[in-house]
């Protein structure tokens, strides 16, 4: 069995809508924190004047790889409230997994319902309750890039709501976003004197339907079509909105 990494590093993000701010403690830091509140003399330690390293985090739950709740997605879904990511049920966050290879759409292109359904069938499978549906987009290469957040396309809503529809609860993407680019929406939504169906279009689905997503996995272009385990634990933030995960991927050789 081989464990295929799925997450990327957590460090920063080009989004103006995420903050995030890590900061690494030294060693030295641990050794003076420890004389200041327990007196212990910085010398005393096997390296002299170097104890224990930390690390603090001024960040949004988005950064990094992580699980959207459907409480991200809008106060209401089908009228009710909504699961937070503490109340996502770990059931729903492994099961066999499916990569549909979408890295060919153009910049701002919304794979339609029957396109995806198309694409599916030439890579031989049939979706099944609980599977973890994933789109590899490539954009986890353009990291650090000017057109890391906007590269390429991804679902249509429609898509989105018949992978949904075949008993799936969970999906994900190697991009920043289950959706298009944020440019790419948003201008259409101005194109079009605000109208508000072209607003967010994914994740509004999750107004609808309940349903949560990854964002920002990592490496999908290392694991076949089908035919391996997918795990993706979040963390257990308070009412959280998201929640940072390690993804991994079970494959046998």
Wanted: proline share 7%; glycine share 8%.
């Amino acid at each position: 069995m081989r464990i295929i990494d799925l997450s990327m590093v957590t460090s920063t993000d080009p989004s103006p809508l995420m903050n995030v701010k890590i900061t690494n403690l030294p060693h030295e830091n641990g050794a003076k924190e420890d004389q200041k509140y327990y007196g212990i003399d910085p010398q005393d330690w096997p390296f002299p004047g170097n104890a224990w390293s930390d690390d603090y985090l001024e960040m949004t739950t988005h950064a990094g790889t992580h699980l959207d709740s459907p409480w991200h997605m809008g106060p209401l879904c089908a009228g009710e409230k909504p699961k937070t990511i503490e109340e996502w049920p770990l059931e729903w966050c492994v099961g066999d997994g499916v990569v549909v290879d979408i890295r060919d759409l153009a910049d701002g292109y919304q794979l339609s319902r029957d396109e995806l359904k198309e694409r599916l069938s030439k890579i031989g499978y049939t979706l099944k309750p609980l599977d973890i549906f994933l789109t590899m987009t490539g954009n986890d290469k353009l990291w650090g890039q000017p057109n890391y957040a906007d590269h390429g396309g991804h679902l249509s809503a429609d898509a989105l709501e018949w992978v949904l529809d075949q008993g799936i609860k969970t999906v994900g993407t190697d991009s920043w976003s289950f959706d298009i680019g944020y440019n790419h929406w948003s201008k259409q939504y101005k194109d079009h004197n605000h109208d508000p169906k072209f607003l967010w279009p994914c994740h509004l689905v999750g107004t609808r339907k309940e349903y949560a997503h990854y964002e920002k996995l990592a490496n999908l272009d290392l694991l076949p079509p089908f035919g391996f385990k997918f795990f993706g634990f979040p963390i257990k933030f308070y009412h959280g909105s998201a929640g940072f995960v390690r993804a991994v991927a079970f494959l046998e050789e």
